[in-house]
């Protein structure tokens, strides 16, 4: 793995994905100055967000000195990010970085996941066959917008240019701010995460999902103050153990008795969790309305979500510190200043409920960005553990308190996108792989139409014995191939060694014999044949001619049945006076695959003749 906080990474069960910003003459004060331009900048695309697990953060990362297994680290910006489940928000953490790529030039982007080079595997269609893992580090960048990937030297002339095998992190700034042209990835690699990236920002603005829960007055009030804690509390009941259970069963800081409705924000992702979640709940949430009623949902992820915050309260019990940061001073005032000059609050009046909502969402990304609340590699606390401790900061110094609204009041999203029909699914795979899965497609019926018409056309020509057909399988080697399977083994592609068989061998001088036994049989026989059509010519001179006997069959069948069992050339053309030729190719698949689908999955003629030849039809899943 690519770790430039080697030895400060701890394996992590979760997905996670990991970031490193480097810039030129770096040092603590320019990246200081760099991180606080990086948060006006994402101000307007993460404000209000909500994250599956851990946010998008940054922090002055020291250098490291040189050591056997390391040339050395400069000081440089580092994040690291858990995602859980939820892979966009993996994505949406690569389209932040390169939109901060496309408006800061002079900086170049690192980013890894627990799967290491994951851009490239994104991009593995495209990729140049030099490019391995044991290759890629520290030559797969983000800079002005684009990837970057160092190649390998291929002539001459290149290795000046770019090194042969390690490059150092020093060797890759060189070449990405001198050589920038000669590094940029190819047009189709390119294409391929763009592809990926260029649904933001409004897939993540499509991701926030509002649902009316009934919960207590304390817990929507902590929700409305810190929208990010819903995260945590999904974890907390969909993780709970009996131990977490019994800690909550008394429910003491929740009281059920105080709920009230209110509408919740979260991710749809952590909606769909949440929604999934199987849990019934206890004696002091009284009884529930029954599952036909349309107040059933709300009563449901109410009580899930008093859960999940009674259990999230108890991992932050013990906390050495309790004083939550506040927006203040004259950083958040630049701030602040940023966002009205892009036109965060629109036209909403200063002291308004939309206003209000929107100076909340930013102070508590300024105080995310600011307080490092992340999954920082330093201190080894758990996800629980950390924002547990900060539900009692919320719920100790806000003097926030939820009002209860009359239930047509509170608004909900539908929630009609959970459900995903198999043509929807099937438009989502055809969106994704759709070229690939149609040319691959089409090849290969092709190929596998003209193996059935060719080794069917080859069963019918092939003389039998009294032993039976003997099947020719030449061509089935490609078919096999279609389907993975392989018929030559390895002693037969093995053509160093000569083996001989004594047995084979007598055989073949036996058979030799009885050919020649068998061709003076023959001289014979043609002799009496010929000697009988003497005889017969005569009196066929008289009768009439093979194409007399095929004109007059002609006539009498085209007003019958049989060419209507044929398919025409073009079916949509009249019927002319005469016969019309047929394409028996096409008739030969059409009545094949037809009388194997009428088996049913079961034996039959046509599936023992295909067997035999080694072709292996697919079941029918198309019933038109």
């Known amino acids: 793995m690519n770790n430039y906080h080697e030895g400060q990474q701890p394996a992590l069960e979760n997905n996670w994905v990991a970031y490193s910003i480097f810039c030129n003459d770096a040092s603590k004060v320019i990246l200081n100055s760099l991180l606080a331009k990086f948060r006006e900048f994402l101000a307007p695309l993460l404000c209000g967000y909500i994250w599956h697990r851990d946010p998008f953060t940054l922090s002055v990362a020291p250098a490291s000195a040189p050591s056997e297994n390391s040339d050395g680290i400069p000081i440089h910006l580092h994040g690291k990010t858990e995602f859980g489940d939820n892979i966009n928000d993996e994505w949406f953490i690569v389209y932040l970085l390169r939109e901060l790529t496309t408006a800061f030039t002079d900086i170049w982007v690192s980013v890894v996941d627990n799967d290491d080079q994951f851009l490239l595997i994104e991009a593995a269609d495209a990729l140049p066959r030099w490019l391995t893992a044991d290759v890629a580090k520290n030559r797969v960048f983000l800079h002005q917008g684009h990837l970057h990937i ?66 207590p007055k304390r817990a929507a009030a902590a929700l409305e103050v810190e929208p990010q804690l819903i995260s945590a509390v999904v974890a907390a009941l969909c993780e709970r153990d009996p131990v977490d259970m019994k800690a909550a069963s008394k429910m003491l800081q929740f009281q059920p008795k105080t709920r009230i409705m209110h509408r919740v924000k979260m991710s749809r992702s952590l909606y769909a969790q949440l929604y999934q979640e199987k849990f019934q709940g206890g004696k002091l949430f009284g009884q529930r309305p029954p599952p036909a009623s349309p107040e059933f949902k709300y009563h449901d992820l109410g009580t899930k979500l008093s859960v999940g915050l009674e259990i999230l309260i108890t991992y932050g019990d013990h906390m050495e510190d309790t004083n939550t940061p506040s927006a203040q001073g004259p950083e958040w005032n630049k701030f602040l200043e940023s ?56 719920l100790q110094s806000s003097q926030h308190e939820a009002v209860a609204l009359p239930f047509k009041q509170v608004q909900d999203d539908d929630d009609t996108w959970m459900d995903m029909m198999m043509s929807d699914l099937d438009g989502l795979i055809q969106a994704r792989y759709g070229n690939l899965l149609q040319e691959g497609h089409n090849a290969q019926a092709a190929e596998a139409l003209q193996g059935l018409v060719s080794s069917l056309g080859n069963f019918v020509t092939t003389e039998s014995t009294h032993e039976g057909a003997e099947f020719d399988k030449t061509g089935v080697d490609e078919l096999d191939a279609l389907d993975g399977s392989d018929t030559d083994s390895e002693e037969d592609m093995d053509d160093g060694a000569v083996n001989f068989d004594m047995g084979n061998f007598m055989n073949l001088i036996q058979a030799f014999q009885a050919e020649v036994e068998n061709q ?4 014979d026989i043609k002799e009496n044949v010929k000697k009988v059509e003497s005889d017969e010519q005569k009196a066929h001179n008289e009768e009439p001619s093979v194409e007399d006997y095929g004109t007059m069959m002609d006539e009498e069948l085209r007003d019958s049945v049989l060419p209507k069992s ?20 096409f008739n030969l698949v059409k009545n094949a695959l037809q009388s194997f689908s009428s088996q049913n999955g079961a034996a039959g003629p046509i599936s023992n003749i295909l067997g035999s030849l080694g072709l292996d039809i697919p079941a029918n899943e198309d019933e038109s």
């Open 566 to 585: 044929f398919a025409a050339p073009d079916e949509n053309e009249k019927e002319a006076e005469e016969v019309q030729p047929v394409d028996m190719d």
């Open 150 to 215: 160092i190649p390998i030297p291929q002539n001459p002339r290149e290795l000046g240019i770019f090194p042969p095998s390690y490059v150092s992190l020093q060797q890759a700034q060189n070449l990405l701010l001198n050589h920038g042209q000669l590094t940029k990835a190819s047009a189709d690699i390119q294409s391929l995460i763009s592809k990926r990236l260029n649904v933001f920002p409004e897939d993540a603005k499509k991701a926030i999902h509002y649902a009316k829960c009934y919960i």
């Open 520 to 523: 003076n049989d023959k001289e």
């Open 339 to 394: 966002l009205r000059q892009k036109n965060y609050f629109k036209e909403n009046i200063e002291g308004s409920a939309e206003y209000k909502s929107l100076m909340k969402e930013a102070e508590r990304y300024f105080l995310d960005f600011a307080s490092g609340l992340q999954s920082t590699p330093v201190e080894n606390v758990s996800f629980l553990k950390k924002w547990g401790v900060r539900l009692n900061q919320v």
